[in-house]
């Protein structure tokens, strides 16, 4: 293990507290992260090099429009790139290296939550619930046995009243949210959405994550406990047979999950504007699916209009209530 520091960081709690955990890691001092991070580097998830930072911009971003039903939807940043393998992932060609970044100023982060939260509150009193999105740059739950993201985050929304965060993950590692239980309470403020294909396309396109059966299991031992669960199924892959694919996953799904549990379904395609479509391209041609997307007039890159129909009719027999995200049918 190797930790390249922020010297800024250093002295930061939650830097103290993972250095506990690994007596024996490498240590090296950086000034900034960036300096590390901004280089094209040649290196696998599977090294175990980590850049633990502080991050001093806007760690809060809004959500496009079509992301979910309201307005109030955001994302917040904790961290940059994942532990997982996925060859669709927009992170791939995101950044310049797959080195894996840890904010661990939290409190810092949630006090610009906290503002935001405010901020809203204080012009729309009586506003929709506000959403906030954890994992868009990276697996969260992939790295909390490291940054105890869970821990300090799950307590600090438990605050507020009509906000939500969504932690969204493709691993089945959940001894952190059962412990949290075990030790305080079951969260009313946390949603936990996983993320789910076929489980021979999770084996193709998402490698090293948790099998659908290990998905399936986590799940159910969280809905147990009473925790709010979230189903994702994102994105939908363009394969060959992707229909027949489909239906027999989600008849899986319903057989393997007791679907009147579930708090919400959310489903999309690939997505990518014009530029990272021609960027992952670019670095991966030999990507089967990529060809199976078009050009369309709000500058996405999304399936063909017959795959999409064909989705659509998969899904609203599958649970009437899915959520398609930042699409809509009359784009078709």
């Known amino acids: ?25 490498k240590i090296l001092e950086i000034d900034n992260y960036k300096n590390l ?27 496009p429009p079509k992301y979910w039903h309201n307005w109030n939807a955001y994302f917040f ?41 405010l901020e809203i509150k204080k012009e729309n009193p009586n506003h929709e619930t506000i959403r906030f999105y954890s994992s868009d740059y990276s697996d969260i739950q992939g790295f909390d046995f490291m940054s105890n993201f869970n821990e300090n985050f799950i307590k600090f929304f438990e605050k507020f009243e009509n906000v939500m965060m969504e932690t969204r993950t493709k691993s089945a590692n959940i001894e952190n949210f059962l412990e949290i239980a075990k030790k305080w309470f079951v969260p009313k403020n946390t949603e936990i959405a996983f993320s789910l294909n076929p489980q021979s396309l999770i084996e193709k396109y998402e490698k090293k994550t948790a099998s659908l059966e290990a998905r399936f299991s986590a799940i159910n031992k969280l809905l147990a406990k009473w925790f709010k669960v979230w ?14 694919i489909y239906k027999k996953f989600l008849n899986e799904v319903k057989k393997n999950i007791p679907m009147d549990k579930i708090f919400s379904v959310f489903a999309t395609w690939l997505l990518y504007t014009k530029e990272d479509y021609k960027k992952i391209l670019q670095k991966n041609p030999e990507l089967d699916i990529l060809y199976q997307l078009q050009d369309w007039w709000d500058w996405f890159f999304r399936e063909k ?10 899904f609203d027999e599958f649970h009437e209530k899915t959520i398609i995200c930042l699409d809509e049918k009359n784009l078709i």
């Open 231 to 244: 189903l994702r199924f994102l994105p939908l892959l363009p394969v060959q047979n992707y229909e027949e």
């Open 77 to 117: 940043k904790t961290s940059l790139n994942c532990i997982f393998d996925c060859s669709y992932c927009f992170l791939k060609w995101a950044f310049k290296n797959s080195y894996p970044v840890l904010f661990l100023n939290y409190e810092e982060i949630q006090k610009k939550i906290e503002e935001k939260i």
């Open 1 to 25: 293990m190797i930790f390249y520091i922020e010297k800024k960081a250093k002295n930061l709690p939650q830097v103290k507290k993972i250095l506990e955990k690994f007596p024996k890691a």
């Open 305 to 314: 209009e017959k795959i999409r129909k064909k989705f659509y009719e998969i």
């Open 37 to 63: 991070f901004d280089k094209k580097i040649s290196w696998t998830i599977w090294e175990n090099i980590f850049i633990l930072a502080k991050l001093d911009s806007n760690p809060i971003t809004s959500a």
